[in-house]
Structures are given as structure tokens and as C-alpha cells.
């Protein structure tokens, strides 16, 4: 009898050890991913934003800057089905100013977590929908920068936000999107919101051999919730990669429009009620990639307002210029090390005429991607 009840037992948890099992097999395919950075900057002069480089804020010796960080450190989840539907999730530690007293508010060191993406794909045949956190539909060209600020406010566009996006594959060479996205780059909410409606993006991509050109354009609104008034955001940009050869690749933006701040763009300029800052730019980048251990970026951007817009005052930005330069060394294992001089310049509009202020930057960056 004994022997009966224990041979029972025995294929009870054999039975309920098999079904825990089947239980705890995920449905989704989960890729962890991210890279831990350091980075090391002395800039010159006085510039805005702390590890950023915005724009060139003084030019007094007493307001040169030596910063280091390891908020650009990073980590993500990719999770898909391996078929129909797939996500991410990605976060940094750059959310909140580490000038802000963690003491006096839940900001600073201890509250900087963020999330830079968070959305769901769902593909059907050659259609894409996507809901969340991600990318606007920009040509997403970047300068090779190692700064987090990637030259915005000198000629590179570039931003996150909410949105549900359309993307139809026609073939391998050409696909187009449409999205409504989030109309301001405040989480609070305030002027893009205000105005009652998404902010309406569309971009058409070209690959041709090896290179690519992208096309995209955004209209919306935002409201002044002091004034009532409202400034129309316009934004058409041009993006391209180009290979040229087996060291060489150019890429870069043209782009022109107005009220651009969502973007980056503008300088962070807006305007209201027949107001609207007109701004054009752009940048181009050449990636050196020899064979070995080193590569390197030269890059030049240009942010510049339309200076009749901007009423003349001691913070009237009316043009941001960058020249960059870097080296990279693969220099153990995974572990990059980078080296980044660039020269910046910004345009004040003064009561008294125009001034120039520049500065130096310069940064050391380690970063081990994982």
C-alpha cells in the first residue's frame, strides 16, 4: 500500500513539475541590451545645459566648466513574438537636471531615470502600426558626436516622443510613414497641448545601392496659454547617407521651417500670432573608418533663425554654428574610447548690434555597450 501511495506522489510531481514548467516558458523573445558611459568635458566658456552642449551662454573665463558623468549610461529591452508584434522598452539616468536640490525636490542625482523609448509594433503584411515612445519620423542623421545633445540647436534634428505611427513597406527600397505625435517636447504639457491637436508627421525613404535619402515634413500647433494665441510648427527635412568607398561615409540633413523647438531646431526660438521664428539648417558628417582599432568624425552644423522674428534682448539667439572633430579607439575588448574637440559659436541679438560668443569644448568618453 505504502509503495502505491508513494509511486502516486511521485507522478503527481512529475505531472505538476512538467505543467510549471510549460507555464514558465516565455510566449516572447527578450533581448537585454545597453551600454554603460563616462564621460569627462571642459568646456572654455560658459555654455547652457550642463553635460549638453546647447549653445554658447558667456564668454567669461570665470564661467569655464569642468563636468564629468555617467548619466548617458543606458539600458533597453527588446520583446518580440518573432513574428506579428514586437516592443522596447529603453531608459537613461539624463531625465532631471543634477543642479536641482534633491533635497528640496524629488529632482537631482537620485531622480534622473527616463524613458527615451517605450512602444508596441504590430506588423501585417507590409503595414507597421506603432504605439508609444519613439523617434519622430526625422531622417535620424547624426553628426558622430559623442556628446548626449548630438548637436542639436546646430543643425541636427532630432528628438522622442508619443505618438501612433502608420509605416507602409512598398518594397526593399522605398517605404513611407505617417504619425501623430505628441505637439510639444514638454511633459507637462503646456503650449504644444494647449492647442487641441496632434502635431502631423509624414516621411518618404529611398535606398539607392548603399545610400539613402529621406524625406519628411511635420505641420502643428502650439498655443501661448498666457495669450491664447497660436504659432504654426512647419518642418521639411532631407536626410542622406551616402557610402563613398570603403572608408568614407557622408551623412547629414538640409532642413527649413519654422517654430521648430520640438525639434531642436530654431535654437529653441518660437513665435505667436503672425510671429513664428523662421529658421533653416543643417550639418554634414564624415565618418573615417580606416582598418584597425581608429575612426573618426568631422562634422560642421548650422542652426540659424530668421533674425526679424527674434526681438533683440541679451538671451536673442539668432544663429548657432558647430565645428567637431573625434577619434575613436577600440581600445579593450568592446570598450570604446573616445577623444572630442569641438568650437562653437552663437549669435546674440543685442540692443547694441550683434555679438559672437564662442567656446571650446572638449570630452573624453568611455563607453562599454553590452
Request: proline share 2%; hydrophobic share 40%; net charge neutral.
Amino acid at each position: 500500500m505504502n509503495k502505491v501511495i508513494i509511486s502516486a506522489a511521485l507522478t503527481l510531481c512529475c505531472a505538476t513539475g512538467a505543467s510549471a514548467q510549460e507555464t514558465a516558458t516565455a510566449k516572447y523573445k527578450v533581448n537585454f541590451y545597453g551600454h554603460i558611459k563616462s564621460d569627462f568635458i571642459y568646456d572654455k566658456h560658459g555654455v547652457a545645459a550642463d553635460d549638453y552642449m546647447k549653445y554658447v551662454a558667456t564668454e567669461r573665463d570665470l564661467d569655464r566648466d569642468y563636468r564629468s558623468s555617467a548619466r548617458g549610461t543606458r539600458f533597453g529591452l527588446d520583446i518580440t513574438d518573432g513574428d506579428k508584434v514586437s516592443g522596447k522598452i529603453e531608459t537613461d539616468f539624463l531625465g532631471l537636471s543634477e543642479n536641482v536640490d534633491a533635497a528640496a525636490t524629488s529632482a537631482g542625482t537620485t531622480a534622473d531615470l527616463r524613458i527615451r523609448h517605450a512602444y508596441v509594433n504590430l506588423k501585417a503584411g507590409k503595414w507597421d502600426v506603432l504605439a508609444g515612445q519613439t523617434w519622430h519620423l526625422l531622417p535620424l542623421e547624426f553628426s558622430g558626436t559623442n556628446n548626449e545633445f548630438a548637436l542639436g540647436y546646430s543643425g541636427v534634428l532630432w528628438m522622442r516622443a508619443p505618438q501612433l505611427r502608420a509605416t507602409y513597406k512598398a518594397d526593399d527600397r522605398m517605404t513611407f510613414a505617417l504619425a501623430a505625435v505628441r505637439p510639444t517636447v514638454k511633459l507637462t504639457d503646456s503650449e504644444g497641448t494647449a492647442s487641441g491637436m496632434p502635431q502631423f508627421q509624414a516621411q518618404a525613404q529611398l535606398k539607392a545601392g548603399k545610400a539613402k535619402f529621406t524625406l519628411m515634413g511635420a505641420y502643428g500647433k502650439w498655443r501661448n496659454t498666457t495669450t491664447m494665441s497660436t504659432g504654426e510648427v512647419q518642418l521639411l527635412d532631407l536626410g542622406y547617407n551616402i557610402p563613398l568607398g570603403s572608408m568614407f561615409t557622408l551623412n547629414g540633413q538640409i532642413w527649413t521651417g519654422q517654430n521648430l523647438a520640438d525639434f531642436l531646431g530654431g535654437i529653441g526660438n518660437m513665435g505667436y500670432g503672425g510671429d513664428e521664428v523662421k529658421a533653416s539648417g543643417g550639418f554634414a558628417n564624415l565618418a573615417i573608418k580606416p582598418a584597425g582599432r581608429l575612426s573618426y568624425n568631422l562634422a560642421y552644423g548650422v542652426d540659424n533663425p530668421s533674425d526679424s522674428r527674434i526681438a533683440a534682448s541679451a538671451t536673442a539667439r539668432t544663429k548657432n554654428t558647430t565645428m567637431m572633430a573625434n577619434v575613436s579607439c577600440a581600445a579593450y575588448d568592446r570598450v570604446t574610447v573616445t577623444l572630442e574637440a569641438a568650437k562653437q559659436t552663437t549669435e546674440y541679438k543685442l540692443t547694441t548690434g550683434y555679438a559672437e560668443l564662442d567656446n571650446l569644448h572638449y570630452q573624453l568618453s568611455f563607453r562599454f555597450p553590452f
